[in-house]
């Protein structure tokens, strides 16, 4: 069983950079045919996908985040982490990681495996 614990900063200023960690056990995020995708949801908003990590560190970025987001990983750790640049209170959201088998997870499917979610709230 694939689980996934997010972790996060809770409060961010604007113009600071957003930093969430998802530690996965069960698998090794570098098994093969494991995609692992970030998403978030925020109030008045659908869930938004935001991009990926591929078991040998590809990382599609969604368009709407292209400029602003990169995802890294520590394989050691077995953790995977979404950084947001530039952050302003619309990037106020619950953050969730997401792990599909066979393909990156793009919208919500109930075979997939999510975390409980981060709540990341962006207020000076």
């Known amino acids: 069983q694939v689980q996934l614990q997010e972790s996060g900063p809770g409060l961010l200023k604007p113009s600071q950079t957003l930093s969430v960690t998802c530690t996965v056990s069960g698998t090794s995020i570098t098994t093969n045919n494991y995609y692992w995708s970030w998403f978030r949801q925020s109030p008045g908003k659908g869930l938004e996908w935001m991009g990926a990590?591929?078991?040998?560190?590809?990382?599609p970025i969604s368009q709407a985040f292209e400029t602003r987001t990169s995802i890294s990983r520590d394989t050691s750790k077995n953790q995977f982490t979404l950084h947001l640049r530039s952050v302003t209170p619309e990037d106020t959201a619950v953050y969730y990681c997401?792990?599909?088998?066979?393909?990156?997870?793009?919208?919500?499917?109930?075979?997939?495996?999510w975390g409980q979610g981060t709540q990341v709230t962006v207020s000076s």
């Open positions: 990590l591929t078991n040998i560190g590809a990382t």
């Open positions: 997401v792990s599909r088998f066979g393909s990156i997870a793009i919208t919500r499917n109930e075979n997939d495996y």
